[in-house]
């Protein structure tokens, strides 16, 4: 089973506008086939940062130890959100929060964008939050950025004990405590500028990132001119005319310290840019100058670094920009204002086509269900304008004591919000929940506080990242063909083989170069999950051969990052329903059989790789030491009669002879008797072949073992 989640494909458009305003006070802009200079300079730096961003979805939220883990991988473009086909491997752990260890690390191929991935939860696990974490060639780097392709679960021992302990976690209503705050001012477009009403937002979190209701009074020159308050997770806003010549700071209410917050600079001069109205057709946004001197201003709008829109305008004191948005993709966009010498001189970011999605509808044959019955489904899937689409989607179903409301990450939020903005988001899908009825103001609110600088795709941002990033994992397996000791006449090495050995059909050969380097491309990953390599070295030489564990290099920048995972919302605690917890099973509760006895034909085998298995038997042949066992009289090692055609190699577990005689009062081994001497043949101890390691029969056969892509598991 899988989650539901969609992909929606929107035409690219670039375009570039040039256009003067001379009369009108509304300027409607159309897109050209021309280019422009802002354009391309953006388009310079934002192509080497077009890689991939990495959505994982689970089955579901809280997991029993000894379950299947069922997930799915969403390898994306990261700037046109369309399906990569870059990276063909998919590195994936499952990290223990406390240990910040991993207790489970393979690797998933990449098909087309997509990976249908499966984890065993051992038994052993501890009980408490796990992160399941995703990696490709393309998103993963030596860098500070955090690690955001990620899905939070937690593993119990038992469902139903889990629910039971937390019967009495009620909501206590205890006297708050004052507590640390960070409240920040961000104006609109970036700055103040004296005698232009402009909007300012701010936003009050306490020391852990969660939002904080506050309230309080803006002050001029000490004298008190406007209430502010909170209206959204801990966010606001406020206008105001700013004068350069006058004192402003904010005193908070409820406080104890009453700190004075001062207010962002204010420039003599400049422009402001403001959005007037974001609607399903258009975006107006408003250009205010301090001055009435003509001057020439461009307006750029980009989404994930590309230029959908650049004008040209020349502007006395204000205009307004009119920007119809039929071939602007959903999601953040940046509207950059530039002057004549194209240095930025005002920013906005602006969610566009907010409420532009998939329609998704699915029915059922049936209402009710028996157990273990099949079900089926319909699934229609429409766009906004209800024509016929064809989406990718996945479906997962569970019992809702499975769910873990806590985690609120989806697919939309994490591509549309979480990817392209630094830093964490408090509850990102209330922005996407059409019951409430403020998301498009909150929304707003989140990205004029969140700032523009904060924006993954902002210009600046892009250019303090040019410099050349180190690739952690590639999508192959790296290794080293090394002479520890080469025979005098010994054949240089151009090839080693890699092969399933119960797959004959499945073996490729793989080059070494120059520097005995070879790669284990995806191609040779996908013949098994248990990878054989062979090298044809001759009995004379002693050679090593290595592969890189992708995973040492992961684990060591890993440490060194964050986990960027959308903070939870507050809600409060309610009691567990007492009779549904009684009436819910866990798989841990099933009847259990007393005893279960397996009984081996033979004893002493050795439970271990059967390719490795049969490799032991052939080593065994090989390594009795010379022993033999005369057909004759079936003596070990016969003294009488010699090695020769009637002779036959022991066989394990077989009791055999020996031949002892008497010399000088002492019985000896070895030696045939004379006529007349005094001999006897007692039975020895069953025959045993010498134990082997798994290193010495790979040694011996010159193979090692490497592991390839995780096996596909079907659902029964």
């Not at 830093?423 to 929304?443: K, M, T």
């Not at 989140?446 to 250019?463: A, F, S, V």
Request: hydrophobic share 35%; glycine share 6%; proline share 4%.
């Amino acid at each position: 089973m899988r989650n539901t989640l969609t992909n929606i494909n929107i035409p690219q458009y670039r375009g570039c506008l040039s256009l003067v305003l001379l009369l009108l006070p509304i300027l409607f802009l159309h897109a050209q086939n021309t280019s422009d200079q802002l354009a391309n300079q953006l388009h310079e730096v934002s192509k080497k940062h077009a890689l991939e961003s990495v959505y994982v979805q689970s089955s579901k939220g809280i997991y029993e130890t000894g379950e299947d883990l069922w997930f799915k991988g969403y390898v994306l473009n990261s700037q046109h959100l369309s399906p990569s086909t870059q990276s063909k491997t998919l590195y994936v752990q499952l990290i223990e929060s406390k240990t910040e260890k991993a207790v489970w690390e393979e690797k998933y191929e990449i098909e087309n964008g997509f990976v249908n991935g499966h984890i065993y939860v051992q038994d052993t696990l501890r009980e408490g939050r796990y992160t399941l974490a995703a990696y490709t060639r393309y998103s993963f780097y030596d860098d500070k950025q955090p690690i955001k392709s990620i899905r939070q679960l937690q593993i119990v021992e038992n469902i139903t004990k889990y629910h039971q302990s937390k019967k009495q976690d009620t909501l206590i209503k205890a006297k708050p405590k004052e507590a640390a705050i960070d409240f920040q001012l961000f104006p609109e477009g970036g700055c103040l500028v004296s005698g232009i009403t402009s909007t300012i937002a701010f936003k009050t979190v306490d020391t852990l990132g969660m939002p904080k209701s506050v309230s309080g009074t803006l002050y001029e020159n000490n004298v008190p001119i406007t209430k502010i308050k909170t209206v959204h997770a801990g966010m606001g806003r406020f206008n105001f005319t700013p004068d350069v010549n006058k004192r402003y700071h904010i005193v908070l209410d409820s406080l104890t310290t009453k700190k004075q917050y001062t207010l962002p600079t204010i420039k003599a001069d400049g422009s402001v840019l403001q959005l007037v109205s974001n609607t399903k057709d258009h975006l107006t946004l408003k250009v205010s100058k301090s001055t009435s001197q003509k001057e020439t201003l461009y307006l750029r709008v980009q989404v994930r670094g590309v230029a959908y829109s650049v004008a040209q305008a020349t502007i006395t004191k204000e205009r307004l920009i009119k920007i119809p948005l039929n071939d602007i993709p959903q999601g953040i966009a940046e509207v950059t204002l530039f002057n004549q010498e194209f240095e930025p001189v005002a920013e906005r970011l602006v969610y566009m086509n907010q409420d532009q999605k998939l329609n998704i509808k699915a029915v059922l044959d049936k209402g009710e269900y028996l157990t273990k019955g099949n079900a089926k489904l319909k699934l229609k899937v429409t766009d906004q304008h209800n024509n016929p689409v064809i989406a990718h989607l996945g479906l997962s179903v569970f019992d809702d004591f499975y769910n873990n409301p806590k985690d609120t990450k989806t697919i939309e939020t994490h591509y549309h919000l979480s990817a392209q903005l630094k830093g964490r988001i408090y509850n990102p899908s209330y922005y996407f929940n059409s019951e409430n009825a403020n998301r498009h103001q909150a929304l707003d609110l989140l990205l004029l506080t969140q700032g523009w600088r904060c924006y993954k795709w902002n210009e600046e941002n892009l250019k303090s990242q040019n410099q050349l990033k180190t690739a952690l994992v590639t999508n192959g397996i790296e290794g080293k063909f090394t002479y520890i000791k080469k025979g005098k006449n010994s054949p240089e090495q151009s090839f080693i083989i890699a092969y399933d050995p119960f797959k004959e059909e499945k073996k490729s050969i793989i080059p070494i170069d120059t520097n005995n380097r070879f790669v284990l491309t995806p191609s040779h990953l996908k013949i098994s999950r248990r990878l054989f390599i062979k090298h044809f070295g001759t009995k004379k030489d002693k050679i090593l051969i290595s592969v890189k564990d992708p995973f040492l290099a992961i684990n060591s920048i890993k440490k060194l990052k964050d986990f960027g995972y959308p903070i939870a919302p507050v809600t409060e605690k309610k009691e567990v329903n007492e009779s549904k917890t009684h009436k819910w099973q866990s798989i841990k509760d099933a009847v259990k059989l007393d005893e279960i006895q397996l009984v081996a034909k033979k004893k002493g085998i050795v439970k271990r790789d059967k390719y490795l298995a049969k490799l032991d038997s052939l080593a065994k042949l090989e390594m009795t030491g010379g022993d033999y066992v005369c057909t004759k009289d079936n003596y070990l090692n016969c003294p009488i009669h010699l090695p020769h055609k009637y002779s036959k190699n022991p066989v394990e577990g077989e009791v055999y002879l020996e031949l002892q005689i008497k010399d000088g009062g002492q019985w000896v081994t070895g030696v045939a008797p004379v006529v007349g001497q005094v001999f006897r043949n007692p039975k020895l101890p069953a025959y045993r072949y010498p134990k082997l390691t798994d290193e010495y029969l790979l040694e011996k056969f010159n193979i090692i073992k490497a592991k390839g892509y995780y096996t596909k598991k079907r659902i029964l």
